[in-house]
């Protein structure tokens, strides 16, 4: 696999990715998260290729506090790989190199999978809870103007 920073010609590919990883919910618009990222640190968007097709993604972000993980995603059919293993790697290390001393995450309480392969990569439960607000409504018309 070849690890590289999302550019535009991979869009399409990376959506379809992210619906097929059941990541993609009703209240995220997929495309504005992905301009708000490259208008954000698009260093730490990263995509995975095999073949020039797009089969990982993931996301960091660091807040000069804590680094964040978001939309880790492998194509089923090349999970359990180490696929998803090297994007953590390669996105980690981003983030150390920003000074970044600890990287938080969130996963659903009921994804036990995911849960088993964050604890393979040394992740820990923090014992907190994840609370959020929406400052913008992706359903909105022109919301992101």
């Known amino acids: 696999m070849n690890i590289k920073p999302y550019q535009s010609q991979y869009h399409t590919a990376v959506i379809e990715l992210w619906q097929t990883c059941g990541l993609v919910k009703p209240w995220n618009d997929p ?3 992905i301009e708000r990222k490259v208008a954000h640190s698009p260093e730490l968007f990263l995509v995975g290729l095999v073949d020039g097709k797009v089969v990982g ?3 960091g972000g ?5 680094g964040w993980i978001n939309y880790l995603a ?3 059919n090349a ?7 090297a994007l953590m790697q390669a996105v980690e290390a981003l983030l150390l190199a ?4 600890k990287i938080n995450l969130q996963v659903r309480t009921s994804n036990e999978q995911v849960i088993a392969f964050y604890d393979k990569l040394g992740y820990s439960n923090d014992q907190v809870l ?6 913008i409504n992706d359903d909105e018309k022109d919301c992101w103007q």
């Open 31 to 33: 495309s504005k998260d």
């Open 130 to 135: 994840g609370l959020g607000k929406r400052l």
């Open 62 to 66: 660091y807040d000069g506090h804590r």
């Open 74 to 76: 492998v194509d089923p």
């Open 98 to 101: 920003q000074g970044c001393p």
């Open 57 to 59: 993604t993931v996301m």
């Open 79 to 85: 999970q359990k790989t180490g696929l998803g293993r």
